[in-house]
């Protein structure tokens, strides 16, 4: 004798599918869940010289992503770092920051001592004036929070495209005097800072806009 199924509601169909849709979505997550972590990272330890407190900031050369390693009180650190290329700066409480190391490969398990090296302060630049700008020419004139080196970047647009010689000598206040402008024109310009030519310590100022003054009238005949 043959039974005949009963017709299945719209009802039981739909709450069928809900529970199919819940169990498949359950399992995805727990696939993804499952996997391992990627980029375990490099351990990296190391001891900074007596009397240097802060922290250590290890920033990837390629991204310029910046990791910050606490370092105890008796200038021990201790981390676990993605591989890659870094240079490791430190910063001071009051944010300011010092170039400890440039081109450190992690790629092993790594001990790092910092207790030979030249620690090089990065400066910043912490005031900009134009006092004179003519037809033609432009002075600019800026302060640094330590002695340092410094140029002028300059253009059209915030691309600049321009330079100035680098001004080497170590001082807090420069000048440099910008020629060969065209008149009544907008330029765009930033202070780029440095030490003893280390590009990895540069720094630049935000960008600055100045307008040259209008050609002076043609004689009269």
């Given at each position: 004798?043959?039974?005949?199924?009963?017709?299945?509601?719209?009802?039981?169909?739909?709450l069928?599918?809900?529970?199919?849709?819940?169990?498949?979505?359950?399992?995805?997550?727990?696939?993804?869940?499952?996997?391992?972590?990627?980029?375990?990272?490099?351990?990296?330890?190391?001891?900074?010289?007596?009397?240097?407190?802060?922290?250590?900031?290890?920033?990837?050369?390629?991204?310029?992503?910046?990791?910050?390693?606490p370092?105890?009180?008796?200038?021990?650190?201790?981390?676990?770092?993605?591989?890659?290329?870094?240079?490791?700066?430190?910063?001071?409480?009051?944010?300011?920051?010092?170039?400890?190391?440039?081109?450190?490969?992690?790629?092993?398990?790594?001990?790092?001592?910092?207790?030979?090296?030249?620690?090089?302060?990065?400066?910043?630049?912490?005031?900009?004036?134009?006092?004179?700008?003519?037809?033609?020419?432009?002075?600019?004139?800026?302060?640094?929070?330590?002695?340092?080196?410094?140029?002028?970047?300059?253009?059209?647009?915030?691309?600049?495209?321009?330079?100035?010689?680098?001004?080497?000598?170590?001082?807090?206040?420069?000048?440099?005097?910008l020629?060969?402008?065209?008149?009544?024109?907008?330029?765009?310009?930033?202070?780029?800072?440095?030490?003893?030519?280390?590009?990895?310590?540069?720094?630049?100022?935000?960008?600055?806009?100045?307008?040259?003054?209008?050609?002076?009238?043609?004689?009269?005949?």
């Open positions: 004798m043959i039974e005949h199924s009963r017709p299945v509601s719209a009802k039981t169909l739909l069928l599918i809900l529970v199919s849709l819940y169990t498949g979505l359950s399992g995805c997550g727990q696939q993804v869940a499952s996997r391992p972590a990627a980029g375990v990272g490099v351990e990296v330890s190391g001891v900074l010289p007596a009397g240097r407190a802060g922290s250590l900031l290890f920033e990837q050369e390629e991204t310029g992503i910046r990791v910050t390693v370092v105890d009180g008796g200038g021990r650190f201790s981390s676990r770092l993605p591989a890659g290329r870094y240079r490791i700066l430190m910063q001071q409480a009051d944010g300011r920051l010092t170039l400890v190391r440039r081109g450190v490969t992690l790629e092993d398990n790594l001990t790092i001592s910092l207790l030979d090296v030249d620690l090089v302060p990065i400066p910043t630049v912490t005031s900009v004036a134009v006092p004179q700008v003519g037809a033609t020419d432009a002075i600019i004139e800026w302060e640094t929070d330590i002695e340092s080196e410094g140029r002028i970047d300059f253009g059209f647009s915030a691309a600049y495209g321009q330079s100035t010689y680098t001004d080497t000598r170590l001082s807090r206040r420069h000048r440099i005097q020629l060969g402008l065209l008149p009544a024109t907008p330029y765009h310009f930033r202070i780029v800072s440095t030490r003893h030519g280390l590009e990895e310590v540069e720094t630049f100022s935000q960008d600055y806009v100045f307008t040259t003054e209008a050609a002076p009238p043609p004689p009269a005949d």
